[in-house]
């Protein structure tokens, strides 16, 4: 199945994205409409990826692009993956960096490490 992607366009998307990440992992993914390797990123993304993945379109948001580097610690990069777990990213990568199996794999191993915490 394929990801499903959802578009960040507000402060709110943004903050509601990192107050998920308390309960469940979230994906951004920060996409430039004007880069080759973006797009083809983004395609690998949807195709191999069985989870929401949130987009921010970089031209159009920079402002949450930065909040985002901001939050992280990362600095800004397109295109550039991260997983979050806690409002923190527990994995980010960039550009051809970004594998979608090592994605999958964080996500599997953060909801496993949130449901045992919750059994705690």
Do not use: W
């Amino acid at each position: 199945m394929p990801a499903m992607i959802k578009y960040i366009e507000t402060s709110d998307d943004l903050d509601a994205v990192f107050g998920e990440s308390f309960s469940r992992p979230s994906i951004v993914l920060k996409h430039s409409r004007t880069c080759g390797i973006s797009a083809h990123i983004l395609n690998q993304v949807v195709d191999g990826l069985d989870h929401q993945v949130n987009v921010i379109v970089v031209q159009t948001h920079r402002d949450l692009s930065n909040s985002v580097a901001d939050r992280t610690g990362h600095r800004h990069h397109s295109p550039q993956l991260f997983v979050l777990s806690n409002g923190i990213a527990v994995y980010h990568a960039t550009h051809y960096g970004i594998d979608c199996a090592a994605v999958s794999a964080k996500m599997f191993d953060t909801v496993a490490d949130i449901a045992g915490e919750a059994a705690i």
